[in-house]
């Protein structure tokens, strides 16, 4: 698995996974302003807390403005995206396992 590795998602954001534990694991992303994380859901609750950086999330289409130093809860299943406002860092923590994000880290082999 590339774990600790850090993966280019597009020209504005990029991700590295942290080791994870048994139930919990963390991912951090690095935005550049005006870099997106696309509108999904899944049924993994999720805490995210801002390293650096202002960010706007949608959040079952309710708008949260993020400043560095807070932290947001999303809960499981719920519909959110988020948007940077200016060049950022977020902490993502998620339980259980992301499986899909660590399997598609497995698939993809070597990372940048």
Not at 1 to 23: F, N, S, Y
Not at 44 to 67: A, M, P, R, S, W
Request: glycine share 8%; charged share 25%.
């Amino acid at each position: 698995m590339a774990i600790g590795k850090w993966e280019e998602v597009d020209q504005l954001v990029k991700r590295k996974i942290h080791p994870p534990g048994d139930q919990v694991m963390m991912m951090e992303v690095q935005f550049q302003k005006g870099g997106i994380g696309q509108e999904h859901s899944h049924p993994h609750e999720q805490l995210t807390y801002c390293l650096k950086g202002v960010f706007e999330f949608k959040v079952d289409y309710n708008t949260i403005v993020l400043n560095e130093g807070e932290t947001l809860h999303i809960p499981s299943n719920a519909v959110h995206s988020v948007v940077a406002l200016e060049d950022g860092i977020l902490l993502d923590t998620f339980t259980p396992l992301r499986k899909d994000l660590l399997n598609s880290e497995q698939s993809k082999g070597e990372t940048k």
